[in-house]
T-cell receptor, first 113, second 109 residues
Framework: DTGVSQDPRHKITKRGQNVTFRCDPISEHNRLYWYRQTLGQGPEFLTYFQNEAQLEKSRLLSDRFSAERPKGSFSTLEIQRTEQGDSAMYLC???????????FGEGSRLTVL | GIQVEQSPPDLILQEGANSTLRCNFSDSVNNLQWFHQNPWGQLINLFYIPSGTKQNGRLSATTVATERYSLLYISSSQTTDSGVYFCAVPASGNTPLVFGKGTRLSVIA
């Protein structure tokens, strides 16, 4: 499968713990995006990368969130000191920056107890 | 920032019926995508349609960029069409997509 892949698909953690999600984009895509989706809402933009450069961060991305894309390939999204309000689906997408069409992975669902 | 409004929020159809979903946006755009979110949460690309009309099987979409709306048509609906349909446009230029709240479609056999 050459689509966007995310890992883990599901994560249950206790409040205060750290969690990390990984995203592997479509191989030739230079842009990678992170979104968050809560129940009944549309996906909300968190941050995006062009190659290894983080170009934009939403104000939703608090200091407890950090994202990296060290070699311009896969990306990680870390949430430190998780809170119950962090429970959501975390979606990763990639695009060929020139064409602009986004393709999403299957998402990583986080439950904070 | 740009606003994206989708209607109706919910739609229940009998299998075989046709439907039209609408997406209005508040500013001019150079990109628009329609997605179907399946029951497992994955967003499936339906159309990349900044303007004009495209068709793919029973689905078609039309975007009238000058009037700031797009329509998604589903004909002869099937139970597998159930789920949430989202449209999304860039906040500005070639920037990340902003999503509407979606239309939840339920197709009943």
């Amino acid at each position: 499968d050459t689509g966007v892949s995310q890992d883990p698909r599901h994560k249950i953690t206790k409040r205060g713990q750290n969690v990390t999600f990984r995203c592997d984009p479509i191989s030739e895509h230079n842009r990678l995006y992170w979104y968050r989706q809560t129940l009944g809402q549309g996906p909300e933009f968190l941050t995006y990368f062009q190659n290894e450069a983080q170009l934009e961060k939403s104000r939703l991305l608090s200091d407890r969130f950090s994202a990296e894309r060290p070699k311009g390939s896969f990306s990680t999204l870390e949430i430190q000191r998780t809170e119950q309000g962090d429970s959501a689906m975390y979606l990763c997408a990639s695009s060929d920056g020139h064409a602009g069409e986004l393709f999403f992975g299957e998402g990583s669902r986080l439950t904070v107890l | 920032g740009i606003q994206v409004e989708q209607s109706p929020p919910d739609l229940i159809l009998q299998e075989g019926a046709n439907s039209t979903l609408r997406c209005n946006f508040s500013d001019s755009v150079n990109n628009l995508q329609w997605f179907h979110q399946n029951p497992w949460g994955q967003l499936i690309n339906l159309f990349y349609i900044p303007s004009g009309t495209k068709q793919n099987g029973r689905l078609s979409a039309t975007t009238v960029a000058t009037e700031r709306y797009s329509l998604l048509y589903i004909s002869s609906s099937q139970t597998t069409d159930s789920g949430v349909y989202f449209c999304a446009v860039p906040a500005s230029g070639n920037t990340p997509l902003v999503f509407g709240k979606g239309t939840r479609l339920s197709v009943i056999a």
